[in-house]
T-cell receptor
Framework: KQEVTQIPAALSVPEGENLVLNCSFTDSAIYNLQWFRQDPGKGLTSLLLIQSSQREQTSGRLNASLDKSSGRSTLYIAASQPGDSATYLCAVRGERGSQGNLIFGKGTKLSVKP | SAVISQKPSRDICQRGTSLTIQCQVDSQVTMMFWYRQQPGQSLTLIATANQGSEATYESGFVIDKFPISRPNLTFSTLTVSNMSPEDSSIYLC?????????????FGPGTRLTVL
């Protein structure tokens, strides 16, 4: 059974810092991995999606890496801003590409202090 | 990307009652998904709803407790029946992008349910 773990559960940093959020999964046979941010009352926003054949994806100040064999992904946020404060969720989809059945971690709650 | 809206955004309900949550998408989609996020927990898939057929439920979820309707390609409802405090959660509707960003999944804003 696939399990997704995110460390740390919470993180507080001063504005401007670069930071890394970690995600690990127990079954390396994944179809893809997706990072989301969750804001209260606004649901989930998709940030980056990495296919199992890819090593990383970048969007603006965000960079996500994937090491499928070791069951790890990281989300790197450069030059953090107070607007980055949110809960960041990592989710994986099984190798059969089972639509909709993303397995989520519990998230990392990020607070960026001005 | 798909834009998804949900109603209500939040509700406080009494034990034993039922609540129906609506999900509207701005484009036609084949499959819609319902997730639950209990306090402090991960999101968990409840069921997959295809237009014109019965919903498919994940292990631990049953149709009598979570009946789903899918009358057309842009709309779905999830009912939480005979509620108990354990049903207090955020319920999220989701669709998959079958167009440009393949396999990207999009979520609605969620419905925060509190059962007293």
């Amino acid at each position: 059974k696939q399990e997704v773990t995110q460390i740390p559960a919470a993180l507080s940093v001063p504005e401007g810092e670069n930071l890394v959020l970690n995600c690990s999964f127990t079954d390396s046979a994944i179809y893809n991995l997706q990072w989301f941010r969750q804001d209260p009352g606004k649901g989930l926003t998709s940030l980056l999606l990495i296919q199992s054949s890819q090593r990383e994806q970048t969007s603006g100040r965000l960079n996500a890496s994937l090491d499928k064999s070791s069951g790890r992904s990281t989300l790197y946020i450069a030059a953090s801003q107070p607007g980055d404060s949110a809960t960041y969720l990592c989710a994986v989809r099984g190798e059969r590409g089972s639509q909709g059945n993303l397995i989520f971690g519990k998230g990392t709650k990020l607070s960026v202090k001005p | 990307s798909a834009v998804i809206s949900q109603k209500p955004s939040r509700d406080i309900c009494q034990r034993g009652t039922s609540l129906t949550i609506q999900c509207q998408v701005d484009s036609q989609v084949t499959m819609m998904f319902w997730y639950r996020q209990q306090p402090g927990q991960s999101l968990t898939l409840i069921a997959t709803a295809n237009q014109g057929s019965e919903a498919t439920y994940e292990s631990g979820f049953v149709i009598d407790k979570f009946p789903i309707s899918r009358p057309n390609l842009t709309f779905s409802t999830l009912t939480v029946s005979n509620m108990s405090p354990e049903d207090s959660s955020i319920y999220l509707c989701s669709v998959e992008d079958s167009g440009g960003a393949a396999d990207t999944q999009y979520f609605g804003p969620g419905t925060r349910l509190t059962v007293l």
